[in-house]
């Protein structure tokens, strides 16, 4: 694989630009592989990539039934933040966080990582003392987080509507700087890069369609490709973990809703951060190309189907519209579906399986994208150990049997709630 | 836009529902502590289809009655709708959906 560099640019620019090496192979897969990893979103190529980078596993398989990236990795709005409260989820964030703030240079590969800063809005006294305590509790846990009124809301973000008059007035809100958004596509094309220059075999158009158990162990993964012999497999199909659990008879705490994602024409600079509204569920912020981009709820329905519909739509525009008025005369140019998992306490599932050589990633909810290197951080231990890392230890499966909720929200075992 | 046929009212838009969730999920009998399995399986635990999923709505913004549907979660089409009771997967008996 050849380096990128200045260098290398200008001396390809000689050419026309014609004489760039393919970024990564398309192998003819293998028989056996010592790791098969299924799905070739973000978190699927994060994993291989560490499990080559960080234990020395290099037969490894990346299955992705379509293309790669072109799942949730692709339909997301590019938010990446740790501003978490609880123990489990905080520390395992921030190490997601840390490794983002270093991943364009691992993987010589500009992930466009930007960390203009990410607000979450209060409007009643009741959301300040709300914020107040997270942002303490995360300044406890390192992590960075500052506590903004009003007025220096405004200085930053004269757009939003602070007039007093209005169902949900803005009192004030909770910054932390150093999140941010990053460029998704160029974040799955960057760890395939990464992972194949080690040897991970990724291969696309190649949909799992079934498995051989002996014992309590998968031994054999069947494809629309042929059949490997595999000696340890991961999940990482995030929407599609039921499908997939169902082929080995397993039941998850896992419901799959979809969730729509907007794009707007585009604008010049107008939104320098990501935004979030307290009082609905709306996040907003604006694309390098200029458009902004925004989401709100799930449709709160089970759907395995990458579309949404209507009335979500006009709900997320008028939480958008009560935070920014001046986003009524914009037009939406494009809008999509991705299929989430949700968990059942809002929280992900990462760990070891019931099955002896199976492990999970899944249930990130909304918020699989910011995770995407600590994920793959985690996983990739979990596999080549057999055994969680300290920061994916709280987030096991075990934990729902025994009614230990990680539930950021309190808003118990309702999956459309979280 | 889904078109829910509510028993009682007749078809209505799904903004007038709620969605409830799963509907193959039975409680466990009142005050059966001692069968821990039986509560995880329904707090927690679902099926999640692709493809046919009985579940249930409540018309909020209607009779208040709660509402089975049958509807493929793949293609969002709603292929039976009836009270809690009725067994809807019986009446469609012969319907096989292919992913």
Redesign the interface.
């Known amino acids: 694989m050849a380096k990128y560099s200045i260098f290398n640019i200008i001396k390809n620019a000689f050419n026309e630009d014609k004489n760039w090496a393919r970024a990564w192979r398309d192998p003819e897969p293998k028989k056996s592989y010592d790791v098969i990893i299924i799905g070739a979103g973000g978190h699927g190529l994060a994993s291989a990539f560490y499990l080559a980078k960080n234990h020395g596993i290099r037969n490894i398989a990346v299955l992705e039934k379509g293309y790669l990236g072109g799942g949730n990795t692709g339909r997301n709005t590019t938010i990446v933040r740790s501003n978490y409260m609880l123990d489990e989820n905080a520390h395992f964030y921030e190490k997601s966080l840390q490794l983002w703030e270093q991943l364009s240079s691992e993987l010589n590969y500009n992930v466009m990582f930007s960390q203009r800063g990410v607000l979450n809005l209060a409007h009643t006294d009741s959301q300040i003392d709300a914020i107040t305590r997270r942002g303490n509790t995360m300044r406890l846990n390192g992590i960075d987080a500052e506590l903004l009124d009003e007025k220096q809301i405004r200085k930053l973000m004269p757009y939003l509507d602070f007039s007093n008059d209005v169902r949900f007035p803005i009192k004030g809100g909770l910054l932390q700087r150093r999140g941010g958004t990053a460029r998704h596509d160029a974040v799955a094309w960057g760890l395939a890069r990464a992972a194949d220059s080690l040897g991970v075999d990724i291969i696309q158009n190649c949909e799992v369609i079934g498995f051989e158990e002996t014992g309590n162990k998968i031994t054999v993964v069947k494809t629309s490709r042929g059949n490997f012999n595999c000696g340890k497999v991961g999940f990482a199909v995030a929407g599609n973990t039921g499908h997939l659990a169902s082929l080995i008879n397993l039941k998850l705490p896992i419901e799959s809703h979809v969730l729509q994602a907007f794009v707007s024409e585009p604008l010049k600079p107008m939104i320098d951060h990501v935004v979030t509204f307290g009082a609905g569920h709306f996040y907003i912020s604006q694309s390098d190309k200029g458009g902004l981009v925004f989401g709100g709820d799930i449709d709160m329905y089970n759907s395995y189907a990458q579309k949404g519909n209507l009335p979500l739509i006009e709900e997320v525009v008028t939480a958008g519209l009560a935070m920014i008025p001046s986003l009524s005369r914009l037009r939406i140019t494009r809008h999509w579906g991705g299929v989430m998992d949700m968990s059942m306490d809002g929280s992900p599932i990462i760990g070891k399986s019931p099955i002896d050589n199976l492990y999970l990633n899944c249930g990130w909810c909304y918020g699989g994208f910011k995770a995407t290197p600590g994920s793959g951080w985690v996983f990739a231990h979990t596999i080549a150990n057999d055994e969680p890392h300290r920061l994916n230890k709280g987030l096991n499966l075990e934990r729902f049997k025994k009614g230990r909720m990680v539930d950021e929200r309190g808003a118990g075992p309702f999956p459309n709630r979280h | 836009?889904?078109i829910i046929n509510c028993p009682l009212c007749g078809p209505r838009?799904?903004?007038e529902f709620t969605?409830v969730?799963?509907a193959t999920k039975n409680r466990p009998e009142n005050g059966d502590s001692s069968n821990?399995h039986a509560w995880?399986?329904f707090?927690?635990?679902?099926?999640?289809?692709?493809g046919l999923?009985e579940?249930l709505w409540q018309h909020s913004f209607g009779c208040r009655c709660f509402v089975k549907v049958l509807?493929n979660?793949?293609?969002?089409e709603i292929i039976a709708t009836g009270m809690p009771k009725d067994n809807l997967i019986l009446k469609e008996k012969g319907l096989e959906l292919s992913?």
């Not at chain 2, 707090?43 to 692709?50: A, G, Q, T």
């Not at chain 2, 979660?73 to 969002?76: A, I, V």
């Open positions: 836009m889904l838009d799904h903004a969605y969730g799963d821990d995880y399986d707090v927690y635990l679902r099926d999640n289809p692709k999923h579940e509807r979660t793949l293609t969002h992913v």
